[in-house]
């Protein structure tokens, strides 16, 4: 017999009635199923037991489909979450308050494994009160994460503490207490067949989870892995985007790099196999590259130069040496802001391999240009005339000189005590290698014949191109040198007889005794004319024979006699003028010229024959550096 049935007192119809009735609005208004329960508590009748039973069965149906329901909206929710915008940490942490709320749970967690060591770190919690327990790292196989991750399965304990089956790491059991936690349930977060994590329930009281909350703990546990595994790829996908940028801007580099060595490659090779100059290298060095370049010798001297617009302070000077084999010849300057690239790096470097080339190929060309010149001066110079013809063409078809335009001659030596050391050939003449350099500036000839060295100069003044001459010379040998010219002439043949006339002006020269000076023959005045064969010791003969006696009688008594011829002549042999030139009176004069026929023995000194010798000697006595009196 059913407890709700009494044989004695059977209930009344009617009040069974109501009791059914008031269970039916009980359950239309969804109240608790202890209220149900109170309602059918009353009932004795088998019919009435059975519909109570009925009644409550429904309500545990209509309980379960409300818990159902919410736990649907729960993980659609977090299905829409999946698909949202959101950070994987919100996302996450809404998933653990979903389970929290839907579990009616004090606290949960997640807990992801740590690649490199395989313990289970706290990655999102809630409900938690210590910091303890949200700092924990689990070693894998204790405590229930440990469990859970290392064998992929859920685990569920009413008492965390005293459960035997766990194997407690002291520190975690010390922050689970210090939490409060009680009961926990773990359930795995897998990407395929890989454990990466586990999701958690705690309670801070004993609390047995039934497979419904665990089933919907893994639910929810399945979607926080879609969110890391999403994470992961979203991390993944951005490291591989960031890559694939990097590579686009190394390629880029490169392309740009390889469009620059292309374009310097297409500047600078011309440059070789044009055999330009370097003033057109060093341009395109400053258009390829920017900022400043300088060309510099290895003495530092500067041969070429191209410069930026003013204003750039924070330059950067990067130096490239030129050098062929063990030779250095000089360095390559660049000047701008910041460091180089390697492709810069290697177009400077590019570009001083091209100097080097135009420099050794400039160096050939000058040695042949020279040889070439030497040879025509040689030529023209020689002892038997050359073929004028074929000279001339030569002089064309090689543009080492134009002799249709007026050259100077200029014949230059040391002292005149000076001789060519035994053995030398005349190409090494001590004067040679300078007295090229002036003759190339000029565009001129410049060789050695005898031993002095000859200058062909087109141009320039006789006199100009002997000064010229002389202090180059001398400037560059640290010894006077002297330098007779004649010119200018054009024509190949006016220029060999012009030498002949530069050498009899360098002859005189070194007779005078103006070591150290240049001039030409009409530079000499009439000396020039007469004199041009004489030599030194002829020279002196005719001094010592026409003023050296006045000379020996003024040095003796401090008397002025050969003053006194210098002004008679100067004054046309008229003692009045004479007088007045010298500031004495006429009388004096007449002495004077008394005295001065005595000393020279007669009186052929102021007769025509004699006036012309002693008037030709006082002229030699000014034009030498010393004169006699």
């Not at 050359?386 to 001339?392: G, S």
């Not at 530069?502 to 001039?519: Q, S, Y």
Request: hydrophobic share 45%; with cysteine.
């Amino acid at each position: 017999m059913s407890p709700l049935q009494s044989p004695e007192r059977p209930a009344p119809a009617t009040t069974v009635a109501d009791t059914l009735t008031r269970v039916v609005e009980l359950l239309a208004d969804d109240a608790p199923a202890e209220a149900v329960t109170a309602a059918v508590a009353g009932l004795r009748s088998p019919v009435a037991a059975s519909a109570a039973a009925d009644a409550l069965a429904v309500r545990d149906l209509l309980d379960l489909r409300r818990r159902r329901e919410r736990e649907g909206a729960a993980l659609y929710a977090t299905a829409r979450d999946l698909t949202s915008l959101r950070s994987s940490d919100e996302v996450l942490r809404a998933i653990v308050e979903r389970a929290r709320r839907l579990l009616g749970s004090d606290s949960a967690y997640i807990a992801l494994v740590d690649a490199a060591t395989g313990d289970a770190y706290m990655r999102v919690t809630t409900g938690t009160r210590t910091e303890g327990i949200r700092a924990v790292r689990q070693r894998p196989g204790y405590g229930v994460g440990g469990f859970v991750i290392q064998t992929g399965q859920a685990l569920a304990t009413p008492d965390y503490l005293v459960d035997e089956r766990i194997r407690h790491d002291p520190l975690v059991a010390a922050a689970v207490g210090a939490d409060g936690i009680v009961s926990i349930a773990g359930v795995p977060m897998k990407t395929g067949t890989t454990v990466i994590g586990a999701l958690f329930a705690a309670n801070r009281v004993r609390r047995d989870f039934d497979q419904a909350e665990i089933a919907l703990l893994s639910s929810l546990a399945a979607h926080a892995s879609v969110v890391i595994e999403n994470a992961r790829l979203y991390e993944r996908t951005q490291t591989v985007t960031a890559e694939l940028r990097e590579a686009g801007a190394r390629l880029a580099a490169q392309r740009h790099a390889l469009e620059r060595a292309a374009f310097a490659h297409e500047q600078l090779m011309p440059l070789a196999l044009e055999r330009t100059d370097v003033a057109e290298l060093v341009r395109v060095v400053r258009r390829v590259l920017g900022g400043s370049a300088v060309l510099l010798a290895a003495d530092g001297t500067v041969l070429a130069e191209c410069h930026e617009e003013p204003g750039a302070d924070d330059r950067v000077a990067h130096e490239v040496e030129i050098r062929v084999g063990e030779e250095s010849l000089g360095r390559l300057r660049l000047l701008r802001p910041g460091p180089l690239s390697p492709a810069d790096e290697r177009t400077l470097e590019r570009a001083a391999q091209t100097a080097a080339l135009l420099l050794v190929m400039g160096r050939q060309t000058a040695l042949v240009a020279r040889e070439l010149r030497a040879e025509l001066l040689a030529d023209l110079l020689a002892d038997r005339a050359p073929n004028w013809a074929v000279l001339q063409r030569r002089a064309e078809r090689s543009g080492i000189a134009d002799f249709d335009r007026p050259h100077t001659v200029v014949v230059a030596g040391g002292p005149a005590s000076e001789e060519r050391p035994a053995g030398i050939p005349e190409p090494d003449h001590p004067l040679l290698g300078a007295a090229v350099d002036v003759a190339e500036r000029h565009g001129g000839l410049a060789g050695t014949h005898g031993d002095t060295v000859v200058l062909v100069l087109p141009g320039l003044d006789a006199d100009d191109a002997a000064r010229l001459v002389v202090d180059e010379l001398t400037a560059a040998s640290g010894r006077p040198v002297t330098a007779g010219a004649a010119g200018p002439g054009a024509t190949a043949r006016v220029v060999r007889g012009l030498h002949r006339s530069a050498a009899r002006c360098h002859r005189l020269l070194l007779a005078l005794g103006r070591e150290g000076h240049g001039a030409s023959l009409p530079a000499l005045g009439m000396l020039g004319t007469v004199l041009e064969t004489a030599d030194t010791q002829q020279v002196r003969g005719l001094l010592d024979r026409t003023l050296g006696p006045l000379t020996e009688y003024d040095r003796a008594t401090g008397s002025t006699l050969l003053t006194t011829v210098e002004a008679y002549f100067s004054a046309g042999q008229s003692p009045p003028a004479t007088a007045r030139a010298l500031g004495v009176h006429v009388n004096t004069v007449y002495q004077r010229l008394e005295r001065i026929t005595a000393v020279l023995g007669g009186t052929r000194w102021r007769e025509p024959d004699g006036a012309v010798e002693m008037q030709l000697s006082l002229a030699l006595n000014r034009q030498m550096g010393e004169p006699l009196g």
